[in-house]
């Protein structure tokens, strides 16, 4: 079993940046990849990056100019950054980690952008 504990939500004006953290409870250069996803109340979940075990990381088309995805391996952290956040980057980001076949989830942490 893998936990995933998120940090870092809260609120934010337009424009402004947060970073949210999702520390392991294995080593993240075990895991498969990791990624971060976000839903809002009535929508599917929307993946927004991902990183792999070597370091590679990926984000959506939409936000490849203003989310990116890092990590901390000795601290088995991964982290968004969010830049630039606008009021439609509202939403619950959940941190995932998959394990061969096997998807684990954070519980979430609130990001919400207020004018």
């Known amino acids: 079993q893998v936990q995933l504990v998120e940090s870092g939500g809260g609120w934010v004006q337009t424009g402004g940046s947060l970073r949210l953290s999702c520390t392991a409870s294995?080593?993240?250069?075990?895991?498969?990849?990791m990624a971060w996803y976000r839903q809002v109340p009535g929508k599917q979940r929307e993946l927004v990056a991902t990183?792999?075990?070597?370091?590679?990381?990926n984000s959506a088309d939409s936000l490849k100019n203003r989310f990116f995805m890092s990590r901390d391996t000795a601290k088995n952290t991964v982290h968004l950054q969010m830049n630039n956040l606008k009021l439609e980057d509202t939403a619950v980001y959940y941190c995932?980690?998959?394990?061969?076949?096997?998807?684990?989830w954070g519980q979430g942490t609130q990001v919400t952008v207020s004018s």
């Open positions: 995932n980690a998959r394990v061969s076949t096997t998807m684990y």
């Open positions: 294995i080593s993240i250069t075990s895991v498969t990849n």
């Open positions: 990183i792999t075990n070597d370091g590679w990381s």
